[in-house]
């Protein structure tokens, strides 16, 4: 019993060892303006993951709200990838400057809202 007590303890030591490892490269490798955008992606996706359990459990009275909001945060992230997509691939994007493809980024994440407000009611 006491084996695979330890082969289950160092089973965990080495996955947390790799975890620790992906994390260092990861924060090594990009830069600040990247891992300002991943943040934001994983925002958006843990607040739709948040909201649709709520949904599940409480109900969707307000029913628009959820739909706007959920609506919302999907638009959210597929601009945030767009972006990430244009600051990253320099061989696909060459022709557009970081300064435009945030504009882009912004602009777009303005018609948003504003759709999702006008759908608001």
């Known amino acids: 019993m006491k084996a695979s007590q330890a082969s289950s303890v160092s089973g965990f030591g080495a996955i ?3 975890a620790e490892k992906v994390k260092s490269e990861y924060s090594r490798t990009l830069t600040k303006k990247l891992l300002m955008i991943d943040a934001l992606l994983v925002y ?32 959210i992230f597929a601009v945030g990838v767009s972006l990430r997509l ?5 061989s696909e994007f060459k022709d557009i400057s970081e300064e435009r493809a945030f504009g882009d980024f912004v602009f777009c ?8 407000f006008s759908f608001l009611g």
């Open 86 to 90: 244009q600051l990253t691939s320099s």
């Open 109 to 116: 994440l303005l018609v948003l809202f504003f759709i999702v």
């Open 44 to 75: 958006s996706v843990a607040t739709n993951i948040v909201q649709f359990i709520y949904v599940l459990l409480v109900g969707t009275f307000p029913f628009n709200s959820f739909l706007s909001s959920f609506i919302c945060h999907l638009g």
């Open 16 to 18: 947390t060892q790799v």
